[in-house]
């Protein structure tokens, strides 16, 4: 099972693009990178999924190497409202692999004024 | 609207009092999966379903238990709950087992076992 590093904390400002990058060194070739929000009191919800190259959708995008030994989150103007903890997981896409999967300590966004 | 629901959301137990939080999904999922969250440790992956009757252990099962009789149903039962249980719960569902697939999150049950 692959393990992901991303920072434990950033800071940004309203209106700027932030990029959250996750390390995940050992992805093994059938894994999909995903990245979850968790708002305080709340469970995680899917922003974004991608296996190769890019992937934008109406809340961000997702920057994927050639090697794909890293993922980079990048989120457009952020609000306030995107202050939340935003994890990356990585794992397979076959059956049987991959639901233990492993879940870091996520990143802490926070937005400023 | 498709949604995970979880009851009770807020729980206080003392130690051996046997407790069961209710989980229920209107996705028709298939896989269904609870977790615990501690500060510091991050979310925890207890007991999964594949289906119906088909359950099997996560990272972190000892202490609990889980039964899926309905597809739309995964109850977490903690029969002699301990202070170390103490923690926030949650439970998620999906279309299937592999990662590729979304995993949509309940709201959360909030335990302390004194």
């Known amino acids: 099972l692959a393990k992901t590093t991303q920072p434990i904390s950033m800071d940004s400002y309203e209106g700027q693009e932030v990029n959250i990058t996750c390390s995940h060194n050992?992805?093994?070739?059938?894994?999909?990178i995903t990245w979850y929000q968790q708002f305080p009191s709340q469970g995680p919800r899917f922003i974004i999924q991608g296996y190769k190259t890019k992937v934008t959708n109406e809340v961000a995008s997702l920057f994927i190497p050639a090697d794909r030994k890293s993922s980079t989150l990048s989120l457009p103007r952020v609000s306030l409202s995107d202050t939340a903890v935003y994890y990356c997981l990585v794992g397979g896409g076959t059956a049987g692999n991959n639901r233990k999967l492993i879940w870091g300590l996520g990143t802490s966004l926070a937005v400023n004024p | 609207e498709a949604q995970v629901t979880q009851n009770p959301r807020y729980l206080i137990t003392v130690t051996g009092k046997k407790l069961t939080v209710t989980c229920s999904q209107n996705m028709n999922h298939e896989y269904m999966s609870w977790y615990r969250q501690d500060p510091g440790l991050g979310l925890r992956q207890i007991y999964y379903?594949?289906?119906?009757?088909?359950?099997d252990k996560g990272d972190v099962p000892e202490g609990y238990k889980v039964s899926r009789k309905e597809k739309r149903n995964f109850p977490l039962i903690l029969e002699s709950p301990s202070p170390n249980q103490t923690s926030l719960y949650f439970c998620a569902s999906s279309l299937g087992l592999a990662a590729s697939y979304e995993q949509y999150f309940g709201p959360g049950t909030r335990l302390t076992v004194t």
């Open positions: 379903s594949m289906n119906v009757e088909v359950t």
């Open positions: 050992n992805i093994a070739t059938n894994d999909y």
